[in-house]
Each structure stands twice: as C-alpha cells, then as structure tokens.
C-alpha cells in the first residue's frame, strides 16, 4: 500500500495530510495535539508530519509512505473548506480505521451537517446506543480525521465547547467558520 502525504496551512495551523491511492484520506495531524485524557499537549508545536508518520507507521505497517501533491483533491477540498465551501469536505473518502464502535461514531459525526451541532448524548442516541455519551466522547476524542471527519461539531449537553484535541480556541473557529453562534470570549466557550 502507498500512502502519499503533504502539509497545507490554514486558518486552524499547519496540517499534515496523509491519503491513499484512491484519494481515501487516512489521517489528518494538526501542529498540536492534546491528549484526551489529561488535555496536556501530547507532542511538540509545529511538527505535525512527523506525528502523522508515526501514527501511520503504527497503523500500517507495510505502507509506503511518499510525498503527495499539494494539488491533490484532498489537499484541495481542504483548502475550498477554509475558503468557505464548507461542502467540499463532505465527499472525501475516509478511512480512519478503528473499532466498529468508534466506526458507527465516526460515521454519524460526518452526517452532521456544517453549521449544526450534536450532544455527545445525541450522538450515543443516533448509533443506537443510548445512555454511552462517555464512550462516545472517547470514540470522538480518537477520531484520526479531524476536521473531515468533523468532530469540532460535538458539544456537551449544556452547548458547552468540551473537549478537542486540536485545543479549544480551533474548535470555536471551527465552529464559527461554519456558521455556529458561539460566545466570544474563551471562557464562555458555548453556543448561544
């Protein structure tokens, strides 16, 4: 398998892309990353190629891995995304691996529309699990596909902006990118 990457800037920091022959992205590593379960930084700013081969060496472990065209239509849809066609994201193929449990949610954060958000109990409703909002903020918080594979649209029951691994203050520009009222000073991080 060859797996072609590249880095782009954006409005959120500079991004590596990692996607397959077909064009199939298979992960996506912001320059800064937090760790799920403690919100600490888990690597060093600005190096988000280096995280991603890791990840991907993880993942796959017979993959050739090689530079990809910046002109290449995932790298392309992204950068339409950031211009504001918040659509051209919605059909890239995904492959983001996982459990089929973190499949089932990963799957229902990409059918939340841009502009539009979910709870994470909304969330454990529509894949059938009820009840599992903490399992499914795990599955979210797992997700190897940021932005793609949108979970920046997940917030806690109250409309708080919870957790993302790409830091808070990424999420609210996210969020406001596509449309979503959120407040404006950082400690009132919450829809309104």
């Not at 398998?1 to 409005?11: C, K």
């Not at 059918?111 to 958000?117: H, L, N, S």
């Not at 903020?137 to 649209?153: D, E, K, L, S, T």
Request: charged share 20%; glycine share 12%; with cysteine.
């Amino acid at each position: 398998m060859r797996i072609h990457t590249a880095t782009t800037t954006s409005p959120v920091g500079r991004l590596a892309v990692a996607w397959t022959d077909d064009e199939t992205i298979v992960g996506i590593h912001m320059d800064i990353a937090e760790s799920r379960t403690t919100w600490e930084t888990e690597y060093v700013a600005g190096k988000p190629m280096e995280h991603l081969k890791k990840y991907l060496a993880a993942r796959f472990d017979d993959a050739e891995i090689v530079r990809g065209a910046r002109d290449a239509a995932p790298m392309r849809a992204l950068a339409a995304y950031f211009a504001g066609d918040l659509g051209a994201i919605d059909g890239i193929g995904v492959d983001p691996g996982g459990t089929g449990f973190q499949a089932a949610v990963w799957s229902a954060l990409r059918a939340i529309p841009a502009g539009e958000t979910k709870t994470y109990g909304d969330l454990a409703t529509s894949v059938d699990h009820p009840g599992s909002a903490r399992a499914v903020g795990g599955a979210v918080g797992a997700n190897p596909i940021p932005i793609v594979i949108p979970c920046h649209r997940v917030v806690g029951s109250d409309g708080r902006l919870t957790g993302f691994g790409g830091g808070l203050e990424r999420k609210q520009w996210l969020l406001r990118h596509e449309g979503c009222a959120v407040a404006e000073r950082p400690e009132q991080m919450r829809l309104v």
